[in-house]
């Protein structure tokens, strides 16, 4: 390969760190759960036969989550469904704006790549733990708002739904944690030697540039 499709790989490489995790941030704003209202009584503002839609956004910040537009109960009788902000939520989107910083500004790369991918993985880490708690609270919410007795063979869980935002930016934030823990164990093994010149003359090692 010659020196400057090296040098195009590498900086194609570096960039794929701080893409991934800017995508992991943005899905954020993409819907992490919803809360499918068929259980009695609905859920919070909507009415039996709505859905309650959860960004992450709304998660880290205690927003208000969208209700189907045409199944919002009338106002005497809706109930909160807006949860406290949750810190690990918050966490989560620190640590892609440090990740993010450290992938674009840092120089050397054994560090970056090492920081990178602790970063990412706690991410995620954090990102999973967040999203069994809000299960848990969005369903005691929900128990606690039921008008009757769940149809047969249904559970409180059977109505509240992982969502497409929370799946991708997981990930995008394992996929980020892998590839540069793979990138440091590379660098930290050091130099590959070069193959034997097919002449029989001395074999000559070269460093590996750091990308």
Same mark, same amino acid.
């Given at each position: ?9 590498? #900086?194609?490489? #570096?960039? +794929? ?28 503002? %909507? ?12 998660? %880290? ?9 045409? =199944? ?5 009788? #809706? ?9 690990? @939520? ?12 450290? %992938? ?22 954090? &990102? +999973? ?5 809000? #299960?848990? &609270? ?15 063979? =249904? ?14 930016? &997981?990930?995008?934030?394992? +996929? ?15 130099? @590959? ?13 070269? @460093?590996?540039?750091?990308?």
């Amino acid at each position: 390969m010659a020196d400057d499709e090296r040098r195009s790989v590498r #900086r194609f490489s #570096r960039l +794929l760190s701080p893409a991934g995790l800017v995508l992991a941030g943005l899905l954020f704003l993409a819907p992490f759960l919803t809360v499918s209202c068929e259980a009695p009584g609905g859920y919070g503002r %909507a009415a039996p036969g709505g859905t309650t839609t959860y960004t992450g956004w709304d998660l %880290a910040t205690g927003g208000t989550p969208d209700v189907t537009a045409d =199944k919002l109960l009338p106002p005497a009788q #809706r109930r909160s469904d807006v949860l406290a902000p949750q810190p690990l @939520a918050g966490v989560v989107l620190v640590l892609l704006v440090i990740g993010v910083l450290i %992938a674009a500004g840092v120089g050397r790369a054994r560090t970056r790549r090492g920081v990178v991918a602790a970063l990412a993985a706690m991410a995620a880490l954090f &990102l +999973l733990v967040n999203q069994a708690t809000v #299960r848990v &609270l969005v369903e005691e919410r929900l128990r606690e708002q039921l008008t009757g007795p769940l149809p047969v063979g =249904k559970d409180v869980g059977d109505f509240v739904h992982d969502q497409g935002g929370f799946g991708f930016a &997981l990930l995008a934030l394992v +996929l980020v944690a892998l590839g540069n823990l793979a990138g440091w164990v590379r660098l930290v093994r050091g130099p @590959a030697a070069a193959p034997a010149p097919a002449d029989g003359g001395p074999a000559a090692t070269r @460093a590996l540039p750091e990308g």
